[in-house]
Each structure stands twice: as C-alpha cells, then as structure tokens.
C-alpha cells in the first residue's frame, strides 16, 4: 500500500508557562525540560495537537505537519477538606475524564468521525503517538480503520500466540502464549534477523536496521488485538568531522496494525518529529501563549486561534509549491550555504510580509514627510508596521 492510500497524523501534548496563579486552566506541572536527575515543576496550560502529515510524494520523503486541532486540557481543582462524599465522588470522576489519555483517544475518534463524513472513510489513519499514549486507555478504544503507533518501554512484558494443540482438556482456555524477552533483549540478541530500511530523518536519507516481530500480544491492548514489535538499532552520528562516534538511543515501538509494511511504518513514525517543529514555532515565532488575558474563553481560545494562523501560513505555502516553484527572499551573507530542503516557517512569514509590504506601502513619494511626521508624534504607530513585524525575526 502506498502512503497516499493513508492519512497519516500524529498527537502530543505541551505546556505553555504562565505567570499569573489565577488564569483559568493553570496549575503546577512537571516541566519536561527539566534535567533528568530532578523534577521540576512550572506554572503553566497543559494543551493536545493534532497534526496531519503531508507528503508530496510516496516512499522515503520529507513531510511537513499542519497543526488540526489544539485542545485545552485544563486540571480539575481538588475540592477541599470539607467537601461531601458526594463532591469527592464527583471529583474523582472528572479526573478520569480530565487525564490525557482519556482526552486523547477522544481526539482520535473524533478525527475518524470526520474523516468519514469528508468521504475518506475506505483510508486508514496512521496515528503515532509518544510513549504517554501507549496505554491501556487509547489502545483498547481505538476506532475502525485506525491504527496507532506508539513507543513502550525496553523492559516491557510481551507474549507470543498460544498454542494450538492444547494436551490436556482440564482447566480453562489459555489466552496468552509463553513470555517473550523483553525489547531490550530482543534488540541485543543474534537469533532475530536485522533488516536494513531506508529512511528520512534529520534532513536526509538514513539506512536504518530494524528487527521486526509479528503477531505479539501485550496485556496492556488485551487478548483480541495482535501487535507487530519494532526495534530501532540506534544512528551513529558525529558532531564534528573527526570526532568520536557517538550514538542516539534505540526505540521500541508498537504496531496495532499487521497489514502496514515495514518502510512506511517506519517513515510514519520518524514524521512525528515534526509535531515537536509545530511546537517550537508557535512559541517562539507567533507567540503562542503570551497573549495577556485572564477569562477562561479568550485563555482556552487564543493559543488555539494562533495555531490556526500557523496551519493557514503553511498551508498557503504548500499549495502554491504545488502550482509554481517558490522563490525566496535572499539568505544573509553570513547564513551557512547547505542545500534548500523546504522554506522554514520564518521564510514563509518574511514572504508573507513582503506580499503586504508590497501592496500597502507600494507609494515612496511621501516617505520622507511620513518619517518626519512620526518622529514629532512618537505616540503614534502604523497599525500596518506593527502586524506585520510583530512575528520575532
């Protein structure tokens, strides 16, 4: 199956800091950038983005995600000592409903249900997820046509298909099989065979050696749903010429899907880095997050609003790379000169503000006095400057 018969997604979530302790939706999280021998706590939003992948074309290749969805996950506040059995109860209750994993899947099966009524209901949506997600909660509430790779730990407990020739007729029926070795075991052991697979990451072609396990069984998923076990050797890389070897950590993934071949399970997953690009633009470029506002709309409204400002600006730009080749505005002298793979999302906004520099300030004749005029009134700002510098350079 080529990678246009799927629709390829993927989902995770981000905190966005916050100062102020009564905006709604805010509380104490762990920061995920924090050191790993420390846990630190932040201030902040908790939110989860949907992305859609978009290949132009099939096998190995680059794709740019556009953002779809980004949902507010606001905590529940802890009721006090006081409270009756009856709002204890209740509480409990929404902590269920508030947990990323619930709030997850329920994204998930939403996308499916639109996805069927635009008339893409014979496609298969690939949805890759981070280890946060693999859990019992998503994979057993999966809906159809819909298949979830995930990251599981190196040491978890996985079982091959029970026999079929059973001795003995005394006792029940055995579900699972006998233990396998753990992934981490599995990855350093020689007796199962390494295949080498091409693939994009970090910018250019990798050969990648993977080891692959069909029809596994996890008690996390249960007993009616077979997985495929996929193991990624770690790159070797270097980070200056001559310099010593060093390598990145292997990956354990999960496959909820048998029919999907190894290169585009492969390539579908290392296309979930870009959610983390989508991430890092919206903070730093459009400001997502630092709109100083306090009532619960505009804080649950405002970062999702900038996101689609965000997904519009690519979209726009993918859709004119379809009909003519893009030209972009020049590189500084001092820019390193390595082969153009894409525009980055500052080239599409420099592009974007020389389209409405153009067509508003298209007349120099009165520059000058314009000049002289604002440095008498310093209080006053064109509202156009001021649009379209507000993105960070």
């Known amino acids: 199956m080529s990678n246009q018969e799927y629709v390829v997604a993927h989902m995770d979530d981000t905190l966005i800091?916050?100062?102020?302790?009564?905006?709604?939706?805010?509380?104490?999280?762990?920061?995920?950038?924090?050191?790993?021998?420390?846990?630190?706590?932040?201030?902040?939003?908790?939110?989860?983005?949907?992305?859609?992948?978009?290949?132009?074309?099939?096998?190995?290749?680059?794709?740019?995600?556009?953002?779809?969805?980004?949902?507010?996950?606001?905590?529940?506040?802890?009721?006090?000592?006081?409270?009756?059995?009856?709002?204890?109860?209740?509480?409990?209750?929404?902590?269920?409903?508030?947990n990323l994993s619930a709030q997850g899947i329920g994204h998930i099966q939403e996308l499916r249900r639109e996805l069927d009524l635009d008339g893409y209901a014979q496609k298969k949506l690939i949805m890759?997820?981070?280890?946060?997600?693999?859990?019992?909660?998503?994979?057993?509430?999966?809906?159809?046509?819909?298949?979830?790779?995930?990251?599981?730990?190196?040491?978890?407990?996985?079982?091959?298909?029970?026999?079929?020739?059973?001795?003995?007729?005394?006792g029940r029926?055995?579900?699972?099989?006998?233990?396998?070795?753990?992934?981490?075991?599995?990855?350093?052991?020689?007796?199962?065979?390494?295949q080498l697979i091409e693939a994009w990451a970090a910018g250019k072609t990798h050969h990648f050696k993977i080891k692959i396990i069909r029809d596994v069984m996890w008690r996390v998923t249960g007993q009616n749903r077979l997985l495929s076990l996929i193991i990624i050797k770690p790159l070797g890389y270097r980070l200056t010429q001559g310099s010593a070897l060093l390598y990145r950590d292997p990956a354990y993934l999960i496959c909820t899907d048998q029919d999907v071949t190894l290169a585009d399970l492969l390539q579908f997953y290392l296309w979930r880095w870009e959610?983390?690009?989508?991430?890092?633009?919206?903070?730093?470029?459009?400001?997502?997050?630092?709109?100083?506002?306090?009532?619960?709309?505009?804080?649950e409204s405002i970062p999702a609003?900038?996101?689609?400002?965000?997904?519009?600006?690519?979209?726009?730009?993918?859709?004119?790379?379809?009909?003519?080749?893009?030209?972009?505005?020049?590189?500084?002298?001092?820019?390193q000169s390595t082969e153009h793979q894409r525009p980055s999302t500052m080239e599409i906004i420099n592009l974007f503000r020389l389209s409405a520099w153009t067509k508003c300030k298209n007349n120099f004749n009165d520059f000058v006095k314009k000049q002289r005029q604002m440095q008498t009134a310093k209080k006053e700002v064109d509202p156009m400057m001021s649009s379209l510098f507000y993105c960070r350079k």
Not at 26 to 33: A, F, H, N, Q
Not at 318 to 333: A, D, G, I
């Open 17 to 98: 800091h916050k100062v102020g302790k009564k905006i709604p939706g805010t509380s104490w999280r762990r920061d995920p950038l924090g050191p790993p021998f420390h846990t630190n706590f932040i201030w902040g939003q908790r939110f989860i983005q949907l992305s859609l992948a978009t290949a132009i074309k099939k096998g190995s290749c680059q794709s740019r995600s556009i953002p779809i969805g980004f949902h507010h996950c606001p905590g529940i506040k802890k009721p006090n000592k006081k409270a009756t059995p009856e709002a204890i109860e209740l509480f409990k209750e929404q902590i269920k409903m508030a």
């Open 173 to 194: 029926k055995k579900i699972y099989g006998e233990a396998m070795p753990t992934p981490e075991k599995i990855r350093q052991s020689e007796e199962y065979p390494t």
């Open 275 to 299: 959610i983390e690009v989508n991430f890092r633009d919206e903070k730093t470029l459009l400001g997502c997050g630092e709109a100083q506002v306090r009532t619960a709309a505009s804080v």
């Open 305 to 335: 609003f900038i996101t689609a400002i965000y997904s519009l600006l690519h979209l726009s730009m993918l859709k004119k790379e379809l009909n003519n080749p893009v030209v972009l505005l020049p590189k500084p002298r001092w820019h």
């Open 128 to 170: 890759s997820v981070d280890g946060g997600y693999t859990n019992k909660t998503v994979l057993r509430h999966l809906p159809h046509a819909t298949c979830l790779i995930g990251r599981i730990r190196k040491d978890a407990k996985l079982f091959l298909l029970p026999d079929e020739i059973k001795l003995s007729t005394i």
